[in-house]
């Protein structure tokens, strides 16, 4: 297909005022290009109103359960951005209804409205019959895009971190609020700056690059998880003693803090996420260009660039006395 010019392009982003569609919104706006974000109604948070605030950026009340709504919102969109995912189940929210049949909407909508490319943010570790139910339905995700008419790319990303993100806020918050910070041990990541998700994600929706791709996408550092968080720790100036227990216990915060947490400390998939480090992908046999590859490093900089501002976990990140946001990120 044909690039279409840059002057042009309309992107519909699901998930956009989440973490990485809101950057991706926010870097098109500003480049000028018209972009469509596809929310089940208006959200609240701070990041989604300062992303809601771009020029050219305007807003779709449609959930991606919802197929004749999707086509409506990507009507007259050369291309469209499926960034909406879940890493926990609630209620009606689960991995199959939103990895699995909200990607197959997404499909359909984007077909019947005329899109031209369509680019998936799946996982860095997603595969088939492996056991795990957050793994196997982005693989599903990943099946449904490949198989459609677009002209699609696969983008298979594994811990991504900067502003607004669950890492480096999570992080933050927590050696805030707790004086010991329980650790996993050796257990490695590569951590991925969303700046290069976005570089990656503009090259395929904008230029028509990386079609018919399956791509992965690890940052150049590699350490391991309890290095990562003293190094955040030395950038927030918030030393904590670090103590090491199983990973049972760490799976039972997880299941605590789903329930009880708006947006959970840690849920039961990123433990599990954890444990099999996020390092090598599975399944993604092609390749970036050089000029793709990330390139920002894990450090002060990056580090200090995508803290939060500084404060505790309160009272309002607890379930029942926060009203929930809408839709999924």
Request: aromatic share 6%; glycine share 10%.
């Amino acid at each position: 297909m044909s690039p279409v010019s840059p002057a042009t392009t309309r992107v519909a982003i699901t998930g956009g005022t989440g973490f990485v569609g809101g950057h991706l919104a926010t870097r098109l706006s500003r480049q000028g290009h018209d972009v469509v974000l596809v929310a089940r109604g208006m959200d609240q948070r701070p990041w989604a109103q300062q992303v809601l605030r771009q020029p050219r950026v305007s807003l779709a009340r449609v959930g991606i359960g919802d197929l004749e709504g999707l086509a409506r919102a990507f009507a007259g969109c050369q291309a469209v951005a499926h960034c909406a995912g879940i890493n926990r189940q609630l209620g009606a929210q689960t991995y199959r209804a939103v990895h699995v049949q909200g990607t197959a909407n997404v499909v359909r909508a984007a077909e019947h409205a005329g899109v031209r490319r369509l680019a998936l943010l799946s996982f860095l570790r997603a595969r088939p019959g492996c056991g795990v139910a957050y793994h196997e339905s982005k693989w599903a995700a990943e099946e449904l895009v490949r198989a459609s008419r677009l002209a699609w790319t696969v983008l298979k990303p594994g811990v991504i971190f900067g502003r607004g993100d669950h890492l480096l806020d999570h992080l933050s918050h927590a050696l805030h609020t707790f004086p010991v910070f329980v650790g996993v041990g050796p257990l490695r990541v590569r951590p991925l700056a969303v700046g290069d998700v976005v570089d990656v994600l503009g090259a395929a929706l904008l230029e028509g690059r990386l079609a018919c791709r399956t791509v992965a996408l690890t940052g150049p550092t590699e350490l391991g998880f309890d290095q990562a968080v003293r190094l955040v720790a030395d950038v927030a100036g918030r030393h904590r003693r670090m103590v090491r227990l199983p990973i049972g216990f760490h799976y039972a915060l997880a299941w605590l803090a789903e329930r009880l947490m708006t947006v959970p400390l840690v849920s039961t998939a990123q433990v599990r996420i954890l444990v099999e480090e996020v390092v090598e992908p599975t399944l993604a046999p092609d390749s970036l260009p050089a000029d793709l590859v990330p390139r920002t490093p894990f450090d002060t900089p990056s580090i200090r660039a995508g803290l939060p501002d500084p404060g505790p976990f309160g009272l309002a990140d607890l379930r029942w006395r926060r009203r929930p946001h809408h839709g999924v990120r």
